[in-house]
């Protein structure tokens, strides 16, 4: 059902390298989330955006960056990524009933 | 502020057994209460929703109602089988502003046959 993709699936990638994590939905979507989801399945709320040219902190926002330039495409980059970074990183889009759309996720492993 | 507190996992039950899994939250006024899924290996997807109280949602044998004397939204299933193996995450939408979800902390439930 859902229409939000993910590219890459899996990535391992060295100290320091910066990278960027693709994420793209077809629904015509407004708002456009990223989620760190940490070993214990915890959810931490990296960035949002409510539409184009519109981006907000969540609240592991402080090391990563992203940009809204089009509806459909939100990416996320790491512009130095450090051993900590390593995590699952999780798309999500909601419709007007405020419904999250998940992609399958980008499992990150920073050596 | 706003939060949702719900019990730590895991928990695991053989097939066919009752579950529950409690969800309380915090917030100011009413807000929106959802349950999202997590199957391995995959995002998230919305299980079941209410948005007021004492309304009940319901999807594919689950429940959850809205508590609103209790601030209360567990979830519940009469019969569980090897195929609801998931971690499971408690949700509230604040209904003042325009804020993203407040997620729980997530409960995975293994059930075993």
């Known amino acids: 059902e859902a229409d939000i993709y993910q590219t890459p699936r899996y990535l391992v990638i060295g100290t320091g390298k910066k990278i960027t994590l693709e994420c793209s939905q077809t629904m015509g979507h407004d708002k456009m989330y990223w989620y760190q989801q940490d070993p214990g399945m915890e959810l931490h709320l990296i960035h949002y955006?409510?539409?184009?040219?519109?981006?907000e902190k969540g609240d592991l926002s402080s090391e990563s960056t992203v940009s809204r330039i089009r509806t459909e495409h939100f990416p996320l980059t790491l512009e130095s990524a450090r051993p900590s970074h390593t995590s699952q990183y999780l798309c999500a889009s909601s419709d007007f009933r405020e419904k999250l759309f998940f992609g399958s996720g980008t499992q990150l492993s920073v050596l | 502020g706003n939060s949702v507190t719900q019990m730590e996992g895991p928990v695991t039950l053989s097939e066919e057994a009752f579950l529950t899994i409690n969800c309380t939250y915090t917030?100011?006024?009413?807000?929106?209460l959802f349950w999202y899924v997590q199957y391995p290996g995959e995002g998230l997807q919305l299980l079941l929703k209410a948005t007021k109280a004492d309304d009940k949602g319901s999807n594919k044998g689950f429940e959850a109602t809205y508590r609103k004397e209790t601030t209360s939204f567990h979830l519940e299933k009469g019969s569980v089988q090897v195929s609801d193996s998931a971690v499971y995450f408690c949700?509230?939408?604040?209904?003042?502003?325009?804020?993203?979800?407040?997620f729980g902390k997530g409960t995975r439930l293994s059930v075993i046959a």
């Open positions: 917030a100011t006024g009413y807000p929106s």
């Open positions: 949700a509230l939408r604040p209904n003042s502003g325009n804020t993203p979800l407040v």
């Open positions: 955006s409510y539409g184009v040219n519109s981006t």
